[in-house]
């Protein structure tokens, strides 16, 4: 299995997220936020009462949030197959979550082309533009 083909993990995130031009990890934050620009674009999210275990009533403490185009959003949540989801706190909210006990359901590819997506849904139009030009589709 190739390293692009394998299960994803979280440090797939960091790593990708970290190799995208201008991003940077925000100052200060108790947990991992990915910038470009001063605008996030993956962030670790500490425990909120929005996103818990059904059965449990345990809060995640793993959530890893993603900006997305909105046109995409529903798709991600409602399709089944990913573990992909939202929260009523992120209704409106251009974004999707994942937990990090679940990033293995996904290949690192899959990962790599939500970061992407995530960055290039904040990043200027230029440094976008930039990166879609040196990264064509496959």
Do not use: C
Not at 87 to 105: A, D, Q, W
């Amino acid at each position: 299995m190739s390293p692009r083909t394998r299960k994803a993990r979280v440090e797939d995130v960091h790593e990708i997220a970290l190799s995208m031009p201008y991003a940077e990890l925000a100052p200060g934050s108790r947990r991992p936020v990915y910038q470009v620009g001063k605008k996030s674009f993956v962030f670790f999210r500490t425990q909120r009462p929005d996103a818990f275990d059904p059965e449990t009533g345990e809060r995640y403490d793993d959530v890893i949030v993603f900006w997305v185009d909105p046109a995409d959003k529903d798709a991600m949540v409602l399709d089944e197959s990913t573990p992909y989801f939202t929260t009523p706190h992120f209704n409106g909210h251009p974004s999707v979550l994942l937990r990090g006990s679940r990033i293995g359901e996904l290949t690192r590819d899959e990962v790599a082309e939500v970061v992407q997506d995530a960055w290039l849904s904040r990043a200027s139009k230029r440094r976008a533009a930039e990166w879609l030009a040196a990264h064509p589709p496959r």
